[in-house]
């Protein structure tokens, strides 16, 4: 998959296709982790994700991840105004500044990441037990454990987090 997001183009590839060469030959930041070459579970997948401003990527990050049968697939959000991609797999999060092009930070969740979501200033991470905050310039706000099954809405600058039934109320920016 190839998508425009403000000036960045992104390419996303998943399967153990041999496709990491191609992006790897368009030259830039390169940061691999796990054994790329072998699954160590059956149902490991091979992610790659090539980042830039122009066709050559700028930063390709590889990665194995476990998707227990596809419930966690990965995820990739970019605030083009700070230049920030937040890279989710498994239970591998990543941050990186495009505009370097470094790594932030490297964090895990614990048993799989599902979705990023970008709410203003503020970008929420997912996971089977997790649910955390960040800016949009990459620091964390706040992590809370939840469990399945659990959802979120937005209420004005607050959410509403139901949690098995159990529903609380608190600020986006400070946390429950």
């Known amino acids: ?95 990186y500044d495009l505009n370097e092009p470094t790594r932030l930070w490297e964090d895990f969740t614990e048993h799989g990441f599902l979705a990023w979501d970008r709410i203003g200033g503020v970008v929420l991470m997912s996971a089977e037990l997790e649910l955390a905050a960040w800016t949009t310039a990459g620091r964390k706000l706040w992590t809370t454990f939840v469990e399945p099954p659990w959802s979120y809405s937005r209420d004005g600058d607050d959410l509403e987090l139901d949690v098995m039934g159990n529903v609380s109320h608190f600020s986006i920016l400070t946390g429950p």
Do not use: N
């Open 1 to 95: 998959m190839r998508v425009q997001v403000g000036e960045w183009t992104l390419e996303v590839r998943q399967g153990d296709q041999p496709f990491a060469h191609l992006l790897l030959l368009a030259g830039g930041v390169l940061e691999a982790f796990g054994d790329l070459e072998a699954p160590t579970y059956q149902d490991d997948q091979l992610l790659c994700v090539g980042v830039g401003k122009s066709k050559p990527a700028e930063l390709v990050v590889v990665q194995r991840f476990e998707s227990h049968g596809g419930i966690f697939g990965p995820g990739v959000l970019i605030v083009p105004e700070t230049g920030l991609l937040f890279l989710g797999a498994g239970t591998r999060l990543l941050a």
